[in-house]
DNA sequence: CTATGTGAACAGCTTCACAGCG
DNA sequence: CGCTGTGAAGCTGTTCACATAG
């Protein structure tokens, strides 16, 4: 069973890769795809795809590996792909509007539901993108939530109004936020955030290449 | 001493935290800090601060904490904050333009010296941003990064090319790219590759707020 | 008495290696 | 044979605890 197994947070982001993985192996026609061809396609390890999988439940066949369709399906039913899922983005600054116009999105089942800002020149404004959106007033957020049940929120605001917005998108319901803005978020409440700070990541880089070159 | 010591890798992202909040401390005229203060403000233990900068040498006195303009500076060098360092953006679609104009970039050390696309509706266009930029075919970028030493790079180009483009610029010189592109860059050479798909990013939030709520 | 620096204990994730099924 | 599933071993990074310095 798989109910209270203690799977590790990598296995969950690879999770994602494989799921990548195997549709592109099912878009080309595959049946069955071995735990050291999927691997081998992501740089990860046979065993690795082994254990990631064998986290909720036996899904191979010893001698013939896994069956793309039911893998897939499987799989997009553990990350719960199979659902549309409602987000919202709180920001429309530059980074908002790359995030409203990204296609990835909606190709893996999310549906963004609301653009809000509460910058007075941006409110109203229609923005282009995959599902054209109004840009509502931050104020407007509780309501957004309980409408179309969302759980999940981009924040794309300015580091200073950060952490003050990130409490108010918990307030109203948002149990997991993608936050851009580099700073660290403390908020009351049971909610997972996950930050991606782009400068953080360059200077990463930055000191990788020279710690390698010198 | 610092020379070949073995750094975990989370430990450089978490210098970059450091970094970000000491210049925090510094403006607000703060002297000194502690391991559990400047911790405590990053959700860090305060071991794992003084590990952390144990791997590059002693920079505190006990009894007092650490001078903040010392390790700021200090910090710096190690991430070689403290010199500007020239990257290239490859793919000027959304994503690449909002990359264009964010000031984060800037604000630590980071300047974009060249777009790079070779939609040919894109080329020659001027784009908006700290810095203005003519959006040049992609076949310039060997003499772009010789010119100016460009040993970093972004690549923001859809799925599809991605792989062919990361290895152009590997072969222009390029040491290290940050892959936007939702695929596995397998690169001959010593490169190092950071990749950031904000769709898995998505995928693992969703996942963590629906096992927590289940 | 306060706070650093660090070896030692611990935990979590990955790799190994092999039993067992097709 | 080939390949999965999985306990055991190994490794890497984090936490603990304390000697040491101010």
Same mark, same amino acid.
């Given at each position: 069973?798989?109910?209270?197994?203690?799977?590790?947070?990598p296995?969950?982001?690879r %999770?994602?890769?494989? /799921?990548?993985?195997l549709?592109? #192996?099912q878009?080309? *026609?595959?049946?069955? =795809?071995?735990?050291? @061809?999927?691997?081998?396609?992501?740089g990860?390890?046979?065993?690795?795809?082994?254990?990631?999988?064998?986290?909720?439940g036996?899904?191979?066949r010893?001698?013939?590996g896994?069956?793309?369709?039911?893998?897939?399906?499987?799989?997009?039913?553990?990350?719960g792909?199979?659902?549309?899922?409602?987000?919202v983005l709180?920001?429309?600054?530059? %980074?908002?509007r790359a /995030?409203?116009?990204?296609?990835? #999105?909606?190709?893996r *089942?999310f549906e963004? =539901?609301?653009?809000? @800002?509460?910058?007075?020149g941006?409110?109203?404004?229609?923005?282009p993108?995959?599902?054209?959106?109004?840009?509502?007033?931050v104020?407007?957020?509780?309501?957004?939530?309980?409408?179309?049940?969302v759980r999940?929120?981009?924040?794309?605001?300015?580091?200073?109004?950060?952490q003050?917005?990130?409490q108010?998108?918990?307030?109203?319901?948002i149990?997991?936020?993608?936050?851009?803005?580099?700073?660290?978020?403390?908020l009351? *409440?049971?909610?997972? =955030?996950?930050?991606? @700070?782009?400068?953080?990541?360059?200077?990463?880089l930055?000191?990788?290449v020279?710690?390698?070159?010198?």
């Amino acid at each position: 069973m798989a109910a209270a197994e203690q799977v590790p947070i990598p296995a969950i982001r690879r %999770l994602s890769l494989y /799921l990548r993985q195997l549709e592109a #192996f099912q878009g080309a *026609g595959r049946q069955t =795809v071995s735990s050291r @061809d999927l691997g081998h396609s992501l740089g990860v390890s046979d065993a690795q795809v082994r254990k990631d999988f064998g986290y909720f439940g036996q899904f191979g066949r010893p001698g013939v590996g896994y069956r793309v369709p039911e893998l897939t399906e499987r799989v997009r039913g553990i990350l719960g792909t199979d659902k549309k899922t409602s987000v919202v983005l709180v920001g429309v600054g530059n %980074l908002g509007r790359a /995030l409203i116009a990204y296609r990835g #999105f909606a190709k893996r *089942g999310f549906e963004l =539901v609301a653009a809000l @800002d509460d910058d007075p020149g941006k409110i109203g404004v229609r923005t282009p993108g995959p599902k054209p959106l109004v840009v509502r007033p931050v104020a407007d957020i509780a309501s957004v939530v309980r409408s179309h049940a969302v759980r999940v929120g981009l924040l794309a605001v300015p580091a200073p109004v950060a952490q003050q917005v990130a409490q108010l998108m918990v307030d109203s319901g948002i149990r997991g936020i993608l936050n851009f803005a580099p700073v660290m978020l403390r908020l009351n *409440g049971d909610v997972s =955030v996950s930050s991606v @700070d782009l400068a953080v990541h360059l200077e990463q880089l930055a000191f990788q290449v020279s710690a390698c070159g010198a």
